[in-house]
């Protein structure tokens, strides 16, 4: 049963658009969701997140949207950039120390 | 300051061969975490660790033993690989910070 599910495996997106990718989860005691970037042969790198009290948190070219009543949360990169492209996951917890993972988006931003 | 280390980097190993993933940091986390990075399956919990001594199974934890003697290290053990246990495994601590990864092939 995937709690965390990232419907679109991959997505192309023109450089200095907007990327949006989503994420959608079924367990309504998670409270907390990260986004993780992740290059070939590294480790993720957190990227951003945001608490089950907000609806919205920005950094910089970043913003997590999170809407409770559907259960569902984006990530929107705006502008796009080559280097933007990566595997993106979304995770989720609530608050048991263990964090649930998406399948992941491959973002390709194309120059 | 290091943060999460994992060793070693690639093993390639026959199918009923043990071996031991290392995950080291120096950050003094008192949360440590494997998990397995499958194509199509995303990253998924097989073990994590609350404190030193502490263990808890994950998502996918059968195959798999760990063990967290000090706060720093938390050993992944395969008793007796198999096949299915091909993949990307990353150590995490507290915060979700993840190593650079061990690519493991079992042949």
């Known amino acids: 049963d995937q709690q965390v599910k990232q419907n679109s495996p991959s997505l192309s997106v023109q450089e200095g658009r907007i990327s949006i990718l989503n994420c959608d989860y079924t367990?309504?005691?998670?409270?907390?969701f990260l986004w993780y970037k992740k290059y070939p042969a590294e480790g993720p790198t957190f990227l951003i997140s945001?608490?089950?009290?907000?609806d919205k948190n920005e950094d910089g070219r970043f913003t997590v949207f999170l809407n409770k009543s559907a259960k569902h949360l984006s990530l929107h990169i705006v502008p796009s950039q080559p280097g933007d492209s990566a595997v993106y996951f979304c995770?989720?917890?609530?608050?048991?120390?263990?964090?649930?993972f998406g399948t992941g988006t491959r973002l390709k931003v194309l120059a | 300051n290091a943060g999460v280390t994992q060793t070693p980097k690639f093993r390639v190993l026959k199918t009923g061969q043990s071996m031991t993933l290392l995950c080291a940091q120096d950050?003094?986390?008192?949360?440590m975490y494997w998990y397995r990075q499958d194509p199509g399956m995303g990253l998924r919990l097989i073990h994590y660790?609350?404190?030193?001594?502490?263990?808890a199974k994950g998502e996918v934890p059968d195959g798999y033993n760990v063990s967290r003697l000090k706060k720093q290290n938390f050993l992944l053990g395969l008793e007796s690989a198999a096949p299915s246990q091909t993949s990307v495994y990353f150590c995490?601590?507290?915060?979700?910070?993840f190593g650079s990864g061990t690519r493991l092939t079992v042949v």
């Open positions: 945001i608490s089950s009290i907000k």
């Open positions: 367990n309504s005691m998670f409270d907390y």
């Open positions: 660790s609350v404190g030193e001594g502490t263990t």
């Open positions: 950050m003094n986390h008192e949360y």
């Open positions: 995490a601590s507290s915060y979700q910070l």
């Open positions: 995770a989720a917890t609530s608050g048991t120390y263990k964090y649930i």
